[in-house]
């Protein structure tokens, strides 16, 4: 069976924020020292300490935007220890993550100079926790106050005379969880006094960021849009994709076909959160001023046998590549309310989308999602209806295709189709409208995997890599295409 659709191409319905395609990066495990951090003495290629072949590969899927330090490391960590000669820097215990030594040798210059090089914007995190007010204050005084003050003149000491530009701050994170365990009334509270401080500097203004909810925590919203929606640019929600159970939540390969399907089910739910939270936000700012921003998100497994469970470590296979095809078009539907989102993490931990190993580095199947997506960065969303489908396996339904469609500068149209089943091909038609009288040309590239856990490995690394697609047909202002099992495509529609 085709299943059909139409593409309004000259319905442009808002602009896809690039900072959705962010990244989050936290001090836990090998995400920061080894994966990012290798120190200027090291014999891995950096530029003053940080991995050359990381940034590259970041800089090609043009990362918009980075979250750090943390996720729950935020709100232990006390930005003073991470300045100054890094030979005399305090060295504590990561107690959430693993139990391991900080050693602080990646701080607040180090971040800033990771963004220089990436030439991504920075998303710093406050630490609400365990910190105080006067230490967010002057975390934020240290970055971008211009004129003479204590923080400018220590960060001057510290051989930065300008200071940075930073828009985004967060207040806490988690502080219903890691972050203090706090209830939503209290938080409010504590979220009002601690953003009182965080200032604008000269011409730098920061959008302030409140913690927002866990998953399907409604009431959390409700109550942080009620209490502090006037102090806040942006609400935060965390989701991850966990298959199982979270004291038993499945391997990252050698899973089951069940696991399949419930991972992509799982991974859906995503379209539901947005929405039941937007309405909740949509009471107290019909006018869409406050963003919401999905700053932890992706698939969360049973670490690799043999790593430190507390490293969070896991492969990445074509299944979370087509999870990140699904959850990114569920982030271009909501793209008026989602402004900013942080896949976790960007190395090593999670749904990775860089692995390493010592000097060896892999290019995960989420990595090319991102990399065939980027050509909706900051592109014009495009009304697209399409029959979704069904794809049934044991008694339960999926839809078995999900597409997104955007318009980008140059007038080229770029349509990215997930085809969920692993069983079967799925074909589709859509009714290009909107382009009369221009003569369309078209190319395509997909990735797919020949097994559902389909993977890269360090002895090979290019298993799972994006293919030219040409199973596609233009005929009379109708474009079908056969999508494989298993896969993600991007088309792109050139006029002239
Ligand atoms: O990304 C791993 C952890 O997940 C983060 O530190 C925390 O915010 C969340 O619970």
Request: contains cysteine; negative net charge; glycine residues 10%.
């Given at each position: 069976?085709?299943?059909?659709?139409?593409?309004?191409?000259?319905?442009?319905?808002?602009?896809?924020?690039?900072?959705?395609?962010?990244?989050?990066?936290?001090?836990?495990?090998?995400?920061?020292?080894?994966g990012?951090?290798?120190?200027?003495?090291?014999?891995?290629?950096?530029?003053?300490?940080?991995?050359?072949?990381?940034?590259?590969?970041l800089?090609?899927?043009?990362?918009?935007?980075?979250?750090?330090?943390?996720?729950?490391?935020?709100?232990?960590?006390?930005?003073?220890?991470?300045?100054?000669?890094?030979?005399?820097?305090k060295?504590?215990?990561?107690?959430?993550?693993?139990g391991?030594?900080?050693?602080?040798?990646?701080?607040?210059?180090?971040?800033?100079?990771?963004?220089?090089?990436?030439?991504?914007?920075?998303?710093?995190?406050?630490?609400?926790?365990?910190?105080?007010?006067?230490?967010?204050?002057?975390?934020?005084?240290?970055?971008?106050?211009?004129?003479?003050?204590?923080?400018?003149?220590?960060?001057?000491?510290?051989?930065?005379?300008?200071?940075?530009?930073?828009?985004?701050?967060?207040?806490?994170?988690?502080?219903?969880?890691?972050?203090?365990?706090?209830?939503?009334?209290?938080?409010?509270?504590?979220?009002?006094?601690?953003?009182?401080?965080?200032?604008?500097?000269?011409?730098?203004?920061?959008?302030?960021?409140?913690?927002?909810?866990?998953s399907?925590?409604?009431?959390?919203?409700?109550?942080?849009?009620?209490e502090?929606a006037?102090?806040?640019?942006?609400?935060?929600?965390?989701?991850?994709?966990?298959?199982?159970?979270?004291?038993?939540?499945?391997?990252?390969?050698?899973?089951?076909?069940?696991?399949?399907?419930?991972?992509?089910?799982?991974?859906?739910?995503?379209?539901?959160?947005?929405?039941?939270?937007?309405?909740?936000?949509?009471?107290?700012?019909?006018?869409?001023?406050?963003?919401?921003?999905?700053?932890?998100?992706g698939t969360w497994?049973?670490?690799?046998?043999?790593?430190?469970?507390?490293?969070?470590?896991?492969?990445?296979?074509?299944r979370?590549?087509?999870?990140?095809?699904?959850?990114?078009?569920i982030?271009?539907?909501?793209?008026?309310?989602?402004?900013?989102a942080?896949?976790?993490?960007?190395?090593?931990?999670?749904?990775?989308?860089i692995?390493?190993?010592?000097?060896?580095?892999?290019?995960?199947?989420?990595?090319?999602?991102?990399?065939?997506?980027?050509?909706?960065?900051?592109?014009?969303?495009?009304?697209?209806?399409?029959?979704?489908?069904?794809?049934?396996?044991?008694?339960?339904?999926?839809?078995?295709?999900?597409?997104?469609?955007?318009?980008?500068?140059?007038?080229?149209?770029?349509?990215?189709?997930?085809?969920?089943?692993?069983?079967?091909?799925?074909?589709?038609?859509?009714?290009?409208?909107?382009?009369?009288?221009?003569?369309?040309?078209?190319?395509?590239?997909?990735?797919?995997?020949?097994?559902?856990?389909?993977?890269?490995?360090?002895?090979?690394?290019?298993?799972?890599?994006?293919?030219?697609f040409?199973?596609?047909?233009?005929?009379?202002?109708?474009?079908?295409?056969?999508?494989?099992?298993?896969?993600?495509?991007?088309?792109?529609?050139?006029?002239?």
């Amino acid at each position: 069976m085709t299943l059909k659709g139409v593409l309004n191409a000259d319905l442009g319905q808002g602009t896809i924020n690039r900072n959705i395609y962010g990244h989050f990066s936290e001090h836990l495990g090998r995400c920061i020292y080894e994966g990012i951090w290798v120190g200027e003495d090291s014999p891995i290629p950096n530029t003053n300490g940080i991995r050359s072949d990381v940034v590259e590969a970041l800089k090609n899927i043009k990362i918009p935007v980075l979250r750090w330090p943390g996720g729950c490391f935020a709100d232990e960590y006390h930005w003073k220890d991470g300045i100054g000669p890094r030979a005399g820097r305090k060295r504590m215990v990561n107690t959430h993550w693993g139990g391991v030594v900080e050693n602080n040798h990646f701080g607040t210059h180090e971040f800033m100079e990771l963004c220089r090089q990436l030439e991504c914007e920075p998303y710093i995190n406050g630490n609400v926790g365990s910190g105080t007010v006067q230490e967010m204050s002057e975390w934020v005084e240290y970055l971008t106050f211009g004129g003479e003050s204590p923080m400018s003149q220590q960060r001057a000491q510290n051989g930065r005379e300008e200071p940075w530009k930073v828009t985004y701050f967060g207040v806490g994170n988690e502080n219903w969880g890691c972050g203090g365990n706090m209830r939503p009334e209290y938080y409010a509270d504590v979220y009002r006094r601690y953003q009182t401080y965080v200032r604008n500097y000269g011409g730098n203004k920061i959008h302030r960021i409140a913690c927002g909810p866990n998953s399907d925590d409604y009431n959390w919203t409700e109550v942080l849009m009620r209490e502090a929606a006037r102090f806040m640019d942006s609400l935060t929600l965390h989701y991850y994709t966990v298959p199982g159970e979270w004291q038993n939540k499945g391997p990252a390969t050698g899973f089951a076909e069940r696991e399949w399907f419930t991972t992509l089910r799982k991974a859906l739910h995503m379209d539901e959160l947005i929405t039941r939270h937007s309405v909740i936000m949509d009471k107290y700012d019909p006018e869409r001023r406050i963003g919401l921003i999905v700053d932890e998100w992706g698939t969360w497994y049973d670490v690799e046998p043999g790593t430190n469970p507390g490293f969070l470590y896991q492969q990445s296979t074509i299944r979370d590549a087509l999870v990140a095809g699904l959850t990114l078009n569920i982030f271009h539907k909501h793209h008026k309310r989602v402004r900013m989102a942080n896949i976790a993490q960007t190395v090593n931990v999670l749904q990775a989308v860089i692995l390493t190993e010592g000097e060896k580095m892999l290019l995960t199947p989420t990595y090319h999602v991102f990399d065939m997506y980027k050509v909706h960065q900051d592109a014009e969303f495009l009304d697209l209806t399409l029959d979704a489908g069904s794809f049934n396996f044991d008694g339960e339904e999926l839809p078995a295709v999900s597409a997104t469609a955007s318009r980008d500068s140059e007038g080229k149209i770029h349509i990215s189709l997930c085809n969920l089943s692993h069983l079967a091909p799925t074909e589709v038609a859509l009714d290009i409208r909107g382009v009369a009288g221009q003569k369309l040309s078209v190319t395509g590239t997909t990735l797919t995997g020949d097994k559902i856990d389909a993977h890269n490995t360090f002895a090979v690394p290019d298993n799972v890599k994006p293919q030219p697609f040409s199973g596609f047909a233009l005929q009379d202002g109708r474009l079908a295409a056969t999508l494989p099992p298993m896969s993600v495509t991007t088309l792109e529609l050139t006029a002239g």
